[in-house]
Each structure stands twice: as C-alpha cells, then as structure tokens.
C-alpha cells in the first residue's frame, strides 16, 4: 500500500511539473506510469491464475525442545515468472491455546516449483496445527498486491512429545507368553452389550478399525464391532488415572511420566494398553501400543483431559474395577498404574513416588516388574 501511494503521488508531481514547466519529458513520465500500472495488473493476474501454493510438514512428531520444519510449496505452471509472494503461515498449539501468523515471502521462475523451508520452536508438547491463512501476489515493483486463492487450507497436524527417559522394566516369562498370542491382542476381551449370538458387540473407544463390521454399521447406524474369542489370558495394562494437578509444569512432567513408562514397556517387547477415564463419555479410553509412535496417542488424546480443571481424582482401584466392568473382563491381568500425585503402582501396590523435579533420575530408581 505504502508503494502504491508513493506511485500515485509520483504520477501527480510528474503531471503538476509538466503543467507548470509545459515539460514533454514529465509528460512522458505521466503516461509511461500510466500505462505500466495495467500492464503490470495484468501480470499480476495471469501469475495468480497459474500459480498454487500449497505447504507440508515432513515431519508428524517431533521432542519439545526441537524444532518444527513447514515447506512451503509454490507452483508455477505459467511461463512468466512471479512476483514476490506473501503467505501467511497460521499456528495453533492445541495445549496452550497459542495461535501465531508468520509472514513469508517467496518467489518461482516460470514452469518451475520452489520449496522454502520455514522453522518454528516448540516448547510445550500438545498438538500444533499448521494451516495457509492467507496468501497474496506482488507484481515485480512491488506496487499492487492481489489475492491468492489457489492454496491448500489443509491443517497439518504435527505431535510435539516430551523429552523420554529410560523406565528399567523386568517382563515375566508368563506375561510374554500371552502377549503375543494372539496377533490382535484386543480379541482377548469380551465385552458388554454383545450383539448377534455374540459374534457382534457394539464399537467401545479404542477397539481396533480392522474389528468393525461396516455393512451392519451401516444399517444401524452405529459402530459394530465383531466379537472374537482367544485362549490368552494375560494383557499387560498400564492406567493413567487422572486428577487434578495444580500447574502447566506438573502437566507436562506428568506427560512425560505417562510417556516414558509406555514406551519403556513396548522396547522391552511388553504389547499393553494405555487406558484412562474419559469424565465426557463417562468410559474408559483405550489404545493398544504395540510400538513406540502407538504411545503418542496420548499426547493427541489424553491431554486435553489432563489440562481440565474439573478433573476429580480417581484413585488406581477406581480405574481398574470400571474397566474390568466396562469389558467385562473375568481372568486376571497384570497392570500397573500412575496417577496425578506421580505414585506408580503395580497390581494395586505403590512402588515408588516419582519426584517430578527431577524425574530424570526419579525415573530410572524402581523397576518395573510384570
């Protein structure tokens, strides 16, 4: 805009000298401006029309602490080159509720693609989005600006995990025996509201995508998931039983308290599920974690959760007696539990109380045993 001005106030002056001096050569310079300013309109338009910008993250999880890589992507498929293109880049931490726009420039010769790379700090673990709010085009002089409205307003969802410790962690032959039974580990458990001679239940948070029946889903327009059965009798389970905690530092300690402990687990080749009380649906929440990355779901789920403050305290038998009713779950089962106070359980017996100060060290003193 300030250019524009500027242009507009040069074309006055040039005219006022050429009036005032009767001078052809302020007369030229009037016209010439005049005739330069649609002329660049018009490059300005035809590079928008051929022109997509578009931006990716190659990266879907990444340790706070380190740093978030955004591409963006400009696409010329005319043959002028663009002017100067503006995007503004739109972030919001799903944990801290922070929203930021960046500006960035970037330009492409004609038929050809550019790929600028941007950074962004992460401090907090929590979901970030990263969106295109809005993108515009600048001729060679900078003078007009015009909306692009070819871009992607896909949201890229990028995972910012805590920093993991190592959880010393001791697995009994007994539990890797019935672990890996059975390829599905969720198989093993009968849940209630059985449906169909008990070959389908209905869908309960957590169950696997590969286990719905989508034709009877369809027809009664609710998630139906098949029912199996298995001789294992042994899933390691790990409860996270939340509650109140009284600031952002002790949330982010207790993130990575939950997080060490569950990729711990499943490097020591324990399958187990994550689990914990969802207060809005009033049921349990369960993931299967067969890898490291199946772990991050908490970091997507649980900590919105873990962030209220209507939390009430739930204590380790609480959590337990509701998710044995909920599957209805008859054999026993090997668990251990954390709750917001950092006091680490197994089978129903506190083992340690970690110090959230220095949870690095706290960490790695108890083992865990199943």
Known sequence: ????????????????????????????????????????????????????ISINTPESVV?????????????????????????????FNSYTGKKEVTRFYISADGGSSIVAKCYYNTKTPGNIEFSIKKA???DYLGILRLPVFKHNKYEHTVTVIPVLYKVPVFITQAVEDNTYENDNAQSI???PDSMEDGDIRQYIPGDSFKNIHWKLSAKSGELVSRQKYSNASYVSLFFV?????????????????????????????????????????????????????????????????????KNPDRDVEWVKDMYLRQYNVQNYIPYIAINT?????ADGKKIIQYDFKDLKNSIGKTEIIL
């Open 189 to 191: 458990f009968t849940a």
């Open 241 to 309: 039983c939340l509650g109140k905690i009284d600031n952002s530092y002790k949330k982010r300690r207790f993130i990575q308290a939950v997080l060490s402990i569950s990729t711990s687990l499943v490097s020591n080749g324990c399958m187990h599920y994550i689990c914990w009380y969802n207060e809005k649906d009033n049921c349990i929440t369960r993931y299967i974690v067969k890898q490291e990355s199946d772990s991050y779901c908490f970091v997507q789920e649980g900590i919105n959760l873990i962030a209220s403050k």
């Open 136 to 138: 515009w085009a600048e």
């Open 1 to 52: 805009m300030k250019r524009l001005i500027f242009y507009v106030v040069l074309l006055a002056a040039s005219i006022y000298l050429a009036l005032i001096y009767h001078n052809s050569a302020f007369i030229n310079i009037f016209y010439g401006g005049i005739f330069v300013l649609p002329f660049l309109a018009i490059l300005n338009i035809i590079s928008i029309c051929y022109t997509d």
């Open 341 to 345: 106070k950092f006091e680490l359980f």
């Open 63 to 91: 340790q706070a602490g380190k740093e978030v890589t955004v591409e963006i992507i400009l696409n010329n498929r005319g043959i002028i080159p663009t002017g100067r293109m503006g995007v503004f880049i739109k972030s």
